[in-house]
């Protein structure tokens, strides 16, 4: 029976970077990755496939990098891990045996069975399957109506992608107020909600569908509680994700309520050896200290990193303490970003908090012709001054003043230490030194507080 030191069953981000940080750090181990499909995707690259990519193979993701640091690939399905043998089996009836492993199975499309219609022809999903987005390119390119249920982050960016094809009608449903509801606060998600229809999808908040219509087996259109009745010939579900954890279920691991599986902040499952890191595994909010259900790419290559460098040992002492949940999408050439607590996640946690606002342009002069407002809103502790989320609106570099913001929810900062950070300004890539809007936000958040202790 062959054997390895460390198996990875999985392909996505965690697993490649998981592998890849592992190997480096213990270049005398054997590294195993077992993974379904040859071909993988940049998750977070899927929507932009349909549209402005062009062509599955632009997404392409591979361990390119894992295997040029001396890992080795199985493209094979597991089917069974024998805990006490310390063992796995594949669907090719390969065994083979581990001394540590890990799983990083992601995550699988919600399929709502309480929508009749549901297991029609002609209804789709998300899938993070580079095959199964290529086929299901063909068919959006085929397609004339297409709507799409669901208005987080993959169904609204995919609406706009698809959009863009004007000799279609894209309909985009979204059962509560706002799309995008549960990242951004309702000053933002009223904005994002002008932008999709700005971009042509046809918008339905508040709304479900209750059913599916279909004509001899296939989908011909959705019925909404409102009343109204789309035509389509293609929907594609896009409600959520769900942990991809019944192979570790079955091997007797401890999986939570949200059906992912349980881990400390070393990825270290409750067997001995065992470890699970991504979507696939629990994640505790930063903020709130509550179990989460976020799935970003971003947040697992974040805990494989940290595995990778344990995995044998404990030899950075420097745990993964929580997911923050950074969020940015861009509709219609407008950014929306946000981190940490927002309006309703300090609200329903009880947090006590004020909000810091700034709005100006993202060049100096705003006379520049790419020059965009941006707006940005801080999140602050009324008693100790330290900023605990953020949110902002405006040009592209909103994506990375985000992962500023984030930096300093981690390290605790207060806006007292914001106001005096030290910052390098161009006309041509910044706000103003003036008005530096990370900046005034904080003095504006100061000012509040001052209030606030009167």
């Avoid at 669901?150 to 985009?172: C, M, P, R, T, Y």
């Avoid at 951004?184 to 059913?211: C, M, N, W």
């Avoid at 300093?408 to 005096?420: G, W």
């Amino acid at each position: 029976m062959k054997s390895y030191d460390v198996i990875i069953i999985g392909g996505g981000p965690s697993a490649i970077i998981t592998g890849l940080t592992g190997r480096k750090q213990n270049p005398d181990k054997s590294f195993l990755m077992i993974k379904e499909e040859e071909k993988g995707l940049v998750p977070c690259g899927i929507p932009y496939i349909f549209h402005d990519l062009g062509d599955v193979s632009k997404n392409m993701m591979g361990p390119a990098p894992f295997v040029a640091a001396g890992g080795e690939v199985l493209i094979d399905t597991v089917t069974e891990v024998s805990i006490k043998e310390k063992t796995v089996r594949t669907k090719s009836g390969a065994e083979i045996a581990y001394d540590k492993l890990v799983f990083a199975t992601g995550s699988v499309p919600l399929i709502p069975t309480f929508i009749k219609g549901y297991d029609l022809e002609g209804v789709e999903y998300i899938k993070k399957s580079y095959d199964y987005i290529k086929t299901l390119k063909e068919k959006t390119d085929k397609a004339q109506n297409i709507v799409i249920i669901g208005g987080g982050f993959i169904g609204v960016e995919v609406a706009e992608q698809l959009a863009k094809f004007k000799d279609k009608k894209v309909s985009l449903i979204e059962m509560q107020e706002y799309c995008l509801i549960n990242a951004f606060s309702p000053k933002l998600t009223k904005l994002t909600d002008t932008a999709i229809r700005e971009q042509g999808v046809h918008l339905y908040t508040s709304t479900k569908v209750t059913e599916i219509t279909g004509t001899d087996g296939k989908a011909t259109g959705v019925k909404l509680s409102n009343g109204i009745e789309i035509p389509a010939e293609l929907v594609i579900q896009s409600i959520g994700y769900n942990p991809n954890t019944k192979l570790a279920e079955n091997a007797g691991l401890e999986i939570n309520s949200k059906h992912a599986i349980l881990r400390d902040n070393y990825m270290r499952t409750g067997i001995k050896d065992v470890f699970a890191v991504g979507d696939c595994s629990e994640s505790i909010g930063f903020i709130t200290g509550r179990a989460d259900n976020v799935m970003l790419a971003s947040t697992a290559t974040a805990e494989a990193r940290i595995l990778g460098y344990n995995l044998f040992q404990i030899g950075l002492i420097r745990t993964f303490s929580g997911t923050l949940s950074v969020f940015s999408t861009e509709i219609g050439g407008r950014v929306f970003a946000s981190c940490g607590a927002i309006k309703q996640t300090a609200e329903a946690s009880g947090i006590e908090y004020i909000s810091g606002e700034f709005e100006d342009w993202d060049r100096h002069p705003e006379t520049f012709s790419d020059a965009s407002k941006l707006w940005i809103s801080l999140i602050v502790s009324p008693k100790t001054g330290v900023i605990i989320g953020g949110e902002i609106y405006g040009g592209k570099s909103a994506g990375e003043i985000i992962n500023i913001i984030s930096l300093a929810i981690q390290k605790v900062v207060t806006v007292y230490e914001l106001v005096s950070f030290q910052i390098g300004t161009h006309p041509l890539l910044t706000t103003a030194p003036t008005k530096y809007v990370l900046i005034k936000a904080a003095e504006d958040a100061m000012g509040k507080i001052k209030l606030c202790g009167k």
